[in-house]
């Protein structure tokens, strides 16, 4: 199916942003990306004009929510551009979200998101990506040549000899911890979204392995608070080298999460 896209979408920015790591290119152009039992393999034809292989029903009330459609970022660049104007980060600010253009932010699965960034720390994203991977093929199901990322009743008693030789390190126990606070309902991924943004933080971090930064990554991705910008080295960089040493990404409000994804990914690829 033929769709159209007139905003700022770019697969593979959106691919290589850091803020999922299931998404991958399967071919040259071809993108792939797997949500809980939905599969899309989506290409650019032409300029704004894009192949889908589904049908315009699971596009329109699927895919449009998950790449976060309804929401212009072409006019959040702009804004932006008139709140940096005259400051002292305004070309860096400028230079990043020209770097980042195309970048949205997913609107991806709490359960999954929550794995995948506890799995995240201390790991660069393709050993993050790769043990994702494993957890799949371990204990997702097989869906033509795809293994879905697990639900929590087909993961919930694993022990930690069952999470043994996929990349976790010591990350496991976390991992398993996570898995059993979902699975017995000590939290309630699907109650959080009525939560406060302070609240979901808190209920975030009641979970071993999970602080600041993975608990605003999942508000962030898993929830699309994007007033949330979570701190990692990129951004810590940026903050020290781009901004001062002044945590200025309050000031953008509720767009702080899309700026933090235009200025990880410049920083990243600058490294």
């Not at 889908?52 to 072409?74: R, S």
């Not at 200025?248 to 690829?269: C, D, T, V």
Request: one cysteine or more.
């Amino acid at each position: 199916m033929e769709i159209k896209i007139s905003d700022d979408f770019d697969l593979k920015k959106i691919v290589d942003s850091g803020q999922c790591f299931r998404p991958k290119e399967i071919s040259a152009g071809v993108f792939q990306f797997i949500v809980g039992e939905n599969i899309l393999n989506i290409r650019e034809r032409g300029e704004n004009i894009f192949d889908v292989d589904c049908d315009k029903k699971i596009w329109k009330n699927f895919w449009e929510n998950y790449f976060d459609l309804g929401t212009n970022y072409a006019n959040i660049r702009r804004d932006t551009e008139k709140f940096a104007a005259g400051k002292p980060y305004e070309k860096f600010l400028r230079d990043a979200m020209n770097h980042g253009k195309g970048i949205r932010i997913l609107r991806q699965d709490p359960f999954e998101t929550l794995i995948s960034f506890i799995i995240s720390q201390r790991k660069n994203i393709p050993a993050i990506k790769s043990s994702v991977e494993k957890i799949c093929e371990r204990f997702g199901r097989l869906v033509g040549d795809v293994y879905l990322f697990p639900r929590v009743e087909e993961i919930a008693d694993a022990t930690i000899e069952d999470l043994t030789g996929l990349g976790l390190a010591y990350r496991k126990a976390y991992v398993q911890e996570a898995v059993e606070k979902v699975s017995s309902g000590a939290i309630d991924l699907e109650e959080l979204k009525t939560f406060s943004d302070s609240d979901l933080l808190e209920e975030l971090k009641l979970i071993t392995g999970v602080g600041d930064k993975i608990a605003n990554c999942v508000a962030l991705f898993a929830y699309h608070r994007v007033d949330r910008a979570p701190v990692d080295v990129w951004i810590k960089r940026a903050i020290d080298e781009d901004f001062g040493g002044e945590n200025i990404f309050s000031k953008f409000g509720k767009n702080a999460g899309i700026l933090q994804q235009y200025i990880f990914y410049f920083k990243r690829n600058k490294k």
